[in-house]
Protein backbone atom coordinates (compact mmCIF):
# COMPACT_ATOMS: atom_id res chain seq x y z
CA UNK A 1 0.00 0.00 0.00
CA UNK A 2 0.68 3.35 -0.46
CA UNK A 3 1.82 5.42 2.50
CA UNK A 4 0.03 8.66 1.97
CA UNK A 5 -3.70 8.55 1.25
CA UNK A 6 -5.31 9.94 -1.97
CA UNK A 7 -7.33 12.35 0.11
CA UNK A 8 -4.59 13.59 1.92
CA UNK A 9 -2.45 15.16 -1.59
CA UNK A 10 -5.77 17.18 -2.54
CA UNK A 11 -5.42 20.84 -2.83
CA UNK A 12 -5.98 22.88 0.82
CA UNK A 13 -9.05 24.66 -1.22
CA UNK A 14 -10.82 21.15 -1.25
CA UNK A 15 -9.99 19.56 1.77
CA UNK A 16 -12.72 20.42 4.26
CA UNK A 17 -15.37 17.75 3.32
CA UNK A 18 -16.82 15.83 5.72
CA UNK A 19 -16.13 12.32 4.82
CA UNK A 20 -12.63 12.48 3.87
CA UNK A 21 -11.18 16.29 4.06
CA UNK A 22 -8.23 16.24 6.13
CA UNK A 23 -9.11 20.22 7.37
CA UNK A 24 -12.17 19.06 8.35
CA UNK A 25 -11.98 18.67 12.25
CA UNK A 26 -15.23 16.98 12.84
CA UNK A 27 -15.42 14.68 9.54
CA UNK A 28 -15.37 11.17 9.41
CA UNK A 29 -11.26 11.24 7.66
CA UNK A 30 -11.25 8.69 5.10
CA UNK A 31 -8.64 7.40 3.74
CA UNK A 32 -7.92 5.46 0.35
CA UNK A 33 -4.54 4.05 -1.03
CA UNK A 34 -3.51 1.58 -3.64
CA UNK A 35 -2.78 -1.50 -3.12
CA UNK A 36 -1.83 -2.91 -6.48
CA UNK A 37 -4.24 -1.99 -9.22
CA UNK A 38 -7.50 -1.80 -6.19
CA UNK A 39 -7.78 0.94 -4.28
CA UNK A 40 -8.30 0.40 -0.29
CA UNK A 41 -10.03 2.06 2.70
CA UNK A 42 -10.19 0.54 6.13
CA UNK A 43 -12.73 2.24 8.92
CA UNK A 44 -13.52 1.29 12.54
CA UNK A 45 -16.84 2.72 13.02
CA UNK A 46 -17.12 4.68 15.77
CA UNK A 47 -20.29 2.76 18.38
CA UNK A 48 -22.52 5.87 17.68
CA UNK A 49 -22.44 4.87 13.98
CA UNK A 50 -25.33 1.87 14.85
CA UNK A 51 -28.33 1.75 12.17
CA UNK A 52 -31.97 1.16 13.05
CA UNK A 53 -30.76 -1.92 14.67
CA UNK A 54 -28.55 -2.55 17.47
CA UNK A 55 -24.90 -4.13 16.19
CA UNK A 56 -24.89 -3.14 12.68
CA UNK A 57 -23.58 -0.25 10.93
CA UNK A 58 -25.89 2.63 9.58
CA UNK A 59 -26.88 2.48 5.87
CA UNK A 60 -26.06 5.99 5.57
CA UNK A 61 -22.36 5.78 7.11
CA UNK A 62 -21.84 3.11 4.32
CA UNK A 63 -22.97 5.21 1.67
CA UNK A 64 -20.40 8.11 2.97
CA UNK A 65 -17.44 5.61 2.64
CA UNK A 66 -17.88 4.81 -0.51
CA UNK A 67 -18.49 8.11 -2.22
CA UNK A 68 -15.30 9.51 -0.88
CA UNK A 69 -13.46 6.21 -1.37
CA UNK A 70 -15.18 6.29 -5.11
CA UNK A 71 -13.93 10.11 -5.67
CA UNK A 72 -10.37 9.26 -4.17
CA UNK A 73 -10.27 6.38 -6.67
CA UNK A 74 -11.16 8.13 -9.32
CA UNK A 75 -9.09 11.16 -8.53
CA UNK A 76 -5.98 8.65 -7.87
CA UNK A 77 -6.76 6.87 -10.99
CA UNK A 78 -6.54 9.72 -13.42
CA UNK A 79 -3.11 11.19 -11.74
CA UNK A 80 -1.92 7.33 -12.20
CA UNK A 81 -2.94 7.22 -15.89
CA UNK A 82 -1.79 10.80 -16.89
CA UNK A 83 1.66 9.27 -15.59
CA UNK A 84 1.86 12.45 -12.67
CA UNK A 85 2.92 11.97 -9.38
CA UNK A 86 0.37 13.06 -6.19
CA UNK A 87 3.08 14.60 -4.32
CA UNK A 88 4.34 16.98 -7.00
CA UNK A 89 0.68 17.58 -8.94
CA UNK A 90 -1.85 17.43 -7.01
CA UNK A 91 -4.60 14.72 -8.13
CA UNK A 92 -7.67 16.36 -10.08
CA UNK A 93 -10.54 16.81 -7.93
CA UNK A 94 -13.83 14.88 -8.28
CA UNK A 95 -17.58 15.50 -7.76
CA UNK A 96 -19.99 12.30 -7.52
CA UNK A 97 -22.63 12.47 -10.43
CA UNK A 98 -24.67 9.46 -9.17
CA UNK A 99 -23.90 7.00 -5.96
CA UNK A 100 -25.40 3.62 -6.34
CA UNK A 101 -25.43 1.18 -2.91
CA UNK A 102 -26.96 -2.81 -2.55
CA UNK A 103 -26.69 -3.70 0.98
CA UNK A 104 -26.48 -7.03 0.15
CA UNK A 105 -26.55 -7.87 4.12
CA UNK A 106 -26.18 -6.47 7.31
CA UNK A 107 -22.92 -4.91 8.08
CA UNK A 108 -21.61 -5.55 11.92
CA UNK A 109 -20.46 -3.10 13.95
CA UNK A 110 -17.32 -4.48 15.71
CA UNK A 111 -14.98 -5.24 13.20
CA UNK A 112 -12.68 -3.18 10.66
CA UNK A 113 -14.58 -2.55 7.75
CA UNK A 114 -12.56 -3.00 4.53
CA UNK A 115 -13.45 -0.73 0.97
CA UNK A 116 -11.50 -1.92 -2.50
CA UNK A 117 -12.62 -0.29 -5.55
CA UNK A 118 -11.57 -0.05 -8.84
CA UNK A 119 -12.31 2.15 -12.20
CA UNK A 120 -14.60 0.35 -14.41
CA UNK A 121 -15.08 3.07 -17.20
CA UNK A 122 -13.15 6.24 -17.99
CA UNK A 123 -14.64 8.68 -20.36
CA UNK A 124 -13.17 11.95 -20.85
CA UNK A 125 -13.75 13.83 -17.23
CA UNK A 126 -16.11 11.00 -16.12
CA UNK A 127 -14.70 7.88 -14.15
CA UNK A 128 -17.52 5.04 -12.87
CA UNK A 129 -15.63 3.60 -9.88
CA UNK A 130 -17.22 -0.18 -8.65
CA UNK A 131 -16.62 -0.01 -4.32
CA UNK A 132 -17.11 -3.17 -2.20
CA UNK A 133 -17.36 -3.13 1.16
CA UNK A 134 -16.21 -6.28 3.40
CA UNK A 135 -16.16 -7.43 6.92
CA UNK A 136 -14.76 -10.09 8.30
CA UNK A 137 -14.10 -11.10 4.35
CA UNK A 138 -17.67 -10.91 3.75
CA UNK A 139 -18.47 -9.09 1.08
CA UNK A 140 -21.73 -6.72 2.56
CA UNK A 141 -22.26 -4.24 0.01
CA UNK A 142 -21.51 -3.13 -2.95
CA UNK A 143 -21.67 -0.17 -4.58
CA UNK A 144 -20.93 2.34 -7.69
CA UNK A 145 -19.79 6.08 -8.36
CA UNK A 146 -20.23 7.99 -11.16
CA UNK A 147 -17.28 10.75 -10.69
CA UNK A 148 -16.80 13.94 -12.88
CA UNK A 149 -14.06 15.58 -12.68
CA UNK A 150 -14.40 19.49 -11.29
CA UNK A 151 -13.59 22.34 -13.96
CA UNK A 152 -10.53 24.24 -13.55
CA UNK A 153 -12.73 27.20 -13.27
CA UNK A 154 -15.19 25.82 -10.58
CA UNK A 155 -14.66 29.06 -8.30
CA UNK B 1 -48.02 18.58 8.66
CA UNK B 2 -48.55 15.64 11.00
CA UNK B 3 -46.71 16.96 14.75
CA UNK B 4 -44.91 13.87 15.77
CA UNK B 5 -41.89 12.86 13.32
CA UNK B 6 -42.37 9.21 12.13
CA UNK B 7 -39.20 8.64 13.22
CA UNK B 8 -40.01 8.89 17.13
CA UNK B 9 -43.09 5.96 16.72
CA UNK B 10 -40.25 3.56 15.80
CA UNK B 11 -40.15 0.95 18.99
CA UNK B 12 -37.36 1.76 21.63
CA UNK B 13 -34.62 -1.35 19.87
CA UNK B 14 -35.31 0.04 16.44
CA UNK B 15 -34.71 3.89 17.68
CA UNK B 16 -30.65 3.97 17.74
CA UNK B 17 -30.07 5.21 14.02
CA UNK B 18 -27.09 7.28 13.67
CA UNK B 19 -29.47 9.36 11.08
CA UNK B 20 -32.54 9.39 12.52
CA UNK B 21 -32.61 7.44 15.82
CA UNK B 22 -34.19 9.76 18.78
CA UNK B 23 -32.23 7.44 21.21
CA UNK B 24 -28.85 7.85 19.80
CA UNK B 25 -27.49 11.24 21.36
CA UNK B 26 -24.74 12.02 18.77
CA UNK B 27 -26.94 11.39 15.53
CA UNK B 28 -28.47 13.73 13.35
CA UNK B 29 -31.77 13.09 14.30
CA UNK B 30 -33.69 13.42 10.61
CA UNK B 31 -37.34 13.57 10.89
CA UNK B 32 -40.52 13.12 8.80
CA UNK B 33 -43.91 13.59 8.60
CA UNK B 34 -46.80 14.05 6.77
CA UNK B 35 -47.50 16.87 4.91
CA UNK B 36 -50.79 15.44 2.33
CA UNK B 37 -49.96 12.81 0.18
CA UNK B 38 -45.88 13.30 0.84
CA UNK B 39 -43.73 12.90 3.53
CA UNK B 40 -41.74 16.34 4.22
CA UNK B 41 -38.18 16.52 6.29
CA UNK B 42 -36.07 19.96 7.03
CA UNK B 43 -32.68 19.76 7.51
CA UNK B 44 -30.19 22.34 8.14
CA UNK B 45 -26.76 21.57 7.67
CA UNK B 46 -24.35 22.43 10.28
CA UNK B 47 -21.19 24.08 9.12
CA UNK B 48 -18.71 21.31 9.17
CA UNK B 49 -20.97 18.77 7.12
CA UNK B 50 -19.19 20.77 4.53
CA UNK B 51 -18.52 19.25 0.62
CA UNK B 52 -15.35 18.68 -1.25
CA UNK B 53 -15.50 22.26 -2.01
CA UNK B 54 -16.58 25.04 0.24
CA UNK B 55 -20.15 26.32 0.74
CA UNK B 56 -21.53 23.14 -0.29
CA UNK B 57 -23.20 20.54 1.57
CA UNK B 58 -21.14 16.73 1.98
CA UNK B 59 -22.99 14.08 -0.65
CA UNK B 60 -22.49 11.59 1.99
CA UNK B 61 -24.93 13.43 4.22
CA UNK B 62 -27.40 14.46 1.42
CA UNK B 63 -27.18 10.24 1.25
CA UNK B 64 -28.09 10.19 5.10
CA UNK B 65 -30.54 12.18 4.48
CA UNK B 66 -32.21 10.26 1.52
CA UNK B 67 -32.11 6.84 3.34
CA UNK B 68 -33.70 7.89 6.50
CA UNK B 69 -36.45 9.72 4.89
CA UNK B 70 -36.92 7.15 2.82
CA UNK B 71 -37.19 4.41 5.00
CA UNK B 72 -39.44 6.48 7.44
CA UNK B 73 -41.56 7.43 4.12
CA UNK B 74 -41.80 3.31 3.56
CA UNK B 75 -42.74 2.34 7.17
CA UNK B 76 -45.26 5.44 7.57
CA UNK B 77 -46.90 4.64 4.59
CA UNK B 78 -47.24 0.56 5.86
CA UNK B 79 -49.37 1.98 8.49
CA UNK B 80 -51.46 4.32 7.13
CA UNK B 81 -52.15 1.60 4.55
CA UNK B 82 -53.05 -0.80 7.15
CA UNK B 83 -55.23 1.54 9.07
CA UNK B 84 -53.27 1.54 12.00
CA UNK B 85 -52.41 4.45 14.25
CA UNK B 86 -48.31 5.28 15.00
CA UNK B 87 -49.28 6.17 18.08
CA UNK B 88 -51.21 2.92 19.14
CA UNK B 89 -49.06 0.28 16.88
CA UNK B 90 -45.47 1.80 16.30
CA UNK B 91 -44.70 1.58 12.28
CA UNK B 92 -43.40 -1.29 11.36
CA UNK B 93 -39.14 -0.78 10.86
CA UNK B 94 -37.92 -1.15 7.49
CA UNK B 95 -34.25 -1.53 5.98
CA UNK B 96 -32.53 0.10 2.92
CA UNK B 97 -31.94 -2.54 0.20
CA UNK B 98 -30.44 0.15 -2.04
CA UNK B 99 -29.87 3.57 -2.38
CA UNK B 100 -29.69 5.59 -5.25
CA UNK B 101 -28.62 9.07 -5.50
CA UNK B 102 -28.32 11.74 -8.73
CA UNK B 103 -26.78 14.64 -7.70
CA UNK B 104 -27.93 17.05 -10.14
CA UNK B 105 -26.62 20.59 -9.40
CA UNK B 106 -24.63 21.26 -5.79
CA UNK B 107 -26.39 21.95 -2.67
CA UNK B 108 -26.24 25.57 -0.70
CA UNK B 109 -25.21 25.06 2.60
CA UNK B 110 -26.33 27.89 4.51
CA UNK B 111 -30.34 27.57 3.67
CA UNK B 112 -32.57 24.52 4.97
CA UNK B 113 -33.09 21.96 2.95
CA UNK B 114 -36.62 20.07 2.09
CA UNK B 115 -36.77 16.79 1.06
CA UNK B 116 -40.24 15.32 -0.09
CA UNK B 117 -40.88 11.94 -0.57
CA UNK B 118 -43.58 9.01 -1.92
CA UNK B 119 -43.89 5.48 -1.94
CA UNK B 120 -44.13 5.19 -5.63
CA UNK B 121 -44.26 1.33 -5.79
CA UNK B 122 -45.12 -1.40 -2.64
CA UNK B 123 -44.88 -4.93 -3.53
CA UNK B 124 -45.85 -7.21 -0.22
CA UNK B 125 -42.72 -6.41 1.93
CA UNK B 126 -40.85 -3.87 -0.29
CA UNK B 127 -41.74 0.02 -0.88
CA UNK B 128 -39.88 2.06 -3.14
CA UNK B 129 -40.05 5.22 -1.85
CA UNK B 130 -38.79 8.56 -4.63
CA UNK B 131 -37.23 11.54 -2.77
CA UNK B 132 -36.37 15.09 -3.82
CA UNK B 133 -34.10 17.28 -2.13
CA UNK B 134 -34.61 21.07 -2.72
CA UNK B 135 -32.58 24.46 -1.06
CA UNK B 136 -33.99 27.16 -1.99
CA UNK B 137 -36.93 25.97 -4.14
CA UNK B 138 -34.24 24.27 -6.60
CA UNK B 139 -34.05 20.44 -6.69
CA UNK B 140 -30.93 19.56 -6.16
CA UNK B 141 -30.67 15.84 -5.77
CA UNK B 142 -32.95 12.84 -6.78
CA UNK B 143 -33.14 10.26 -4.81
CA UNK B 144 -34.99 5.90 -4.66
CA UNK B 145 -34.77 3.98 -1.65
CA UNK B 146 -36.00 0.41 -1.99
CA UNK B 147 -37.03 -0.46 1.25
CA UNK B 148 -37.85 -3.91 3.07
CA UNK B 149 -40.23 -4.72 6.25
CA UNK B 150 -38.06 -6.35 9.04
CA UNK B 151 -39.04 -9.92 9.54
CA UNK B 152 -40.57 -9.74 12.81
CA UNK B 153 -38.23 -12.53 13.91
CA UNK B 154 -35.09 -10.41 13.03
CA UNK B 155 -33.51 -10.53 16.30
Chains 1, 2 share one sequence.
Not at 99 to 104: C, N
Not at 126 to 144: F, P, Q
Request: glycine share 10%; with cysteine; net charge negative.
Amino acid sequence: MTMKAFQDYYADEFASCYGCGRLNKHGLHIKSYWDGEESVCHFQPKPHHTGGYPGYVYGGLIACLIDCHGAGTASATKSRDSGEEMDIHPPPRFVTASLHVDYLAPTPMDTMLELRGRAIDIKGRKVIVAVTLSANDNVCVKGEVVAVQMPDNFF
